[in-house]
């Protein structure tokens, strides 16, 4: 009887959300992380996920189908090794090949809420999407996790650096509400969401990429408008 009612227990809370502990979650371009933006966080050795996302890019009045996949793998302690693909410009076909996310986070402060630090690069392999970073997350005994650093990327070749920053903030049981952005001297973009885990291994995500981007804007962003729904599973056989 005992065992019986543990047991109702725990498949209730597995119902519910209700768990301390989540795993990463993938950002829209692979590395674990918040909307669009990495965090420190990386996937525990010898652990894995797979994600995908969907929806559609706007272009202006337009709109063409967007979709990513994408995999996680703890390669080594503090170690993330992953890769990232989907749909090529036109929406209709994927496009060849994937790019790889690296990410390393040291083990760096003490107590139940350190600041966790965190180097890495995504897209690598494209020629144009290919960017280094580094990041700092900040727990927050209350549940908030803030995210700050900096991403350095090529387009044209030429070097642009970006600020961005990001905040995870829970609100109900397994409920994440997400925002971050990415901020230089002509670039400005904002990217919202919300992350829903059914269990701590497995979330729903809904995404607005360049929330406030549109046509006639002067001031250049990193991606396209696009907006996307999908899910993250961590280990799933």
């Known amino acids: 009887m005992l065992k019986s009612l543990v047991l109702f227990i725990v498949l209730i809370l597995l119902s519910t959300g209700v768990f301390a502990y989540s795993f990463p979650t993938p950002s829209v371009h692979g590395a674990s992380g918040l909307v669009r933006i990495p965090d420190a966080s990386v996937i525990p050795y010898k652990n894995w996920n797979l994600a995908i996302d969907y929806g559609a890019t706007q272009n202006g009045t337009t709109s063409t189908p967007a979709m990513f996949y994408k995999a996680n793998l703890g390669t080594f302690h503090n170690f993330e090794l992953g890769f990232v693909g989907g749909y090529d410009n036109t929406g209709t076909v994927i496009r060849e090949g994937v790019f790889i996310n690296m990410k390393y986070s040291p083990a760096i402060g003490d107590g139940s809420d350190p600041l966790l630090l965190a180097i890495g690069v995504e897209n690598l392999a ?103 729904v999908g899910f993250s599973w961590a280990n799933p056989f």
């Not at 901020?183 to 904002?190: D, H, K, L, S, Y």
């Open 126 to 228: 494209s020629h144009t999407q290919t960017g280094l970073y580094m990041v700092a997350t900040k727990p927050f005994k209350q549940g908030p996790r803030l995210s700050f650093g900096f991403m350095a990327d090529f387009p044209a070749g030429k070097f642009r650096p970006l600020g961005m920053a990001g905040l995870d903030f829970p609100v109900g049981s397994g409920l994440h509400i997400l925002g971050d952005l990415f901020a230089g001297e002509t670039v400005f973009q904002v990217n919202a969401g919300v992350r829903y885990f059914l269990i701590p291994t497995f979330a729903i995500d809904g995404r607005a990429i360049n929330l406030l981007g549109d046509s006639t804007s002067a001031t250049a962003t990193k991606d396209a408008k696009q907006y996307l």
